[in-house]
Nanobody, 124 residues
Framework: QVQLVESGGGLVQPGGSLRLSCAAS????????MYWVRQAPGKGLEWVSG????????AYADSVKGRFTISRDNAKNTLYLQMDSLKSEDTAVYFC?????????????????WGQGTQVTVFS
C-alpha cells in the first residue's frame, strides 16, 4: 500500500530555514509527480509545490515562490522541500502527496494519497 512519511518539521524563527523530507513506498515513486501541500490552523489544504517524475518540471504557489525549493531523489524514493526565509504565515502542517495520475495537466495538481504530515511553526 502507498505510504508517505514526512519528517523535518519543527520550530523556527522568522527568516530561518527548514528542510522537509518525505519517504515514499508502496508505488513506483519515479514515475509520478509529487507535491507538497499544507494546512494552516483553521484553514483548508493549500497546494505548495509540485515536481514531475524526473525533476525537470517544477511549480510553486505564489506564496512560496523564491523561498521554497522542491526536489526529489528517485534512487531513494524521497521527496524534499527546502524552506528558506520562513514567515509566520508559513506555519502549518506540511504533507507530501502523490499525484492522482501519471500524466498531469499543469495547474491541475490532483492527488490521491498523502502522509500524516509534519508540523512547521514559525514564531518570533
Amino acid at each position: 500500500q502507498v505510504q508517505l512519511v514526512e519528517s523535518g518539521g519543527g520550530l523556527v524563527q522568522p527568516g530561518g530555514s527548514l528542510r522537509l523530507s518525505c519517504a515514499a513506498s508502496g508505488f513506483t515513486f519515479s514515475i509520478y509527480w509529487m507535491y507538497w501541500v499544507r494546512q494552516a490552523p483553521g484553514k483548508g489544504l493549500e497546494w505548495v509545490s509540485g515536481i514531475n517524475s524526473n525533476g525537470e518540471s517544477i511549480a510553486y504557489a505564489d506564496s512560496v515562490k523564491g523561498r521554497f525549493t522542491i526536489s526529489r531523489d528517485n534512487a531513494k524514493n524521497t521527496l524534499y522541500l527546502q524552506m528558506d526565509s520562513l514567515k509566520s504565515e508559513d506555519t502549518a502542517v506540511y504533507f507530501c502527496a502523490k499525484a492522482k495520475t501519471i500524466v498531469v495537466v499543469p495547474t491541475r495538481y490532483e492527488y490521491d494519497y498523502w502522509g500524516q504530515g509534519t508540523q512547521v511553526t514559525v514564531f518570533s
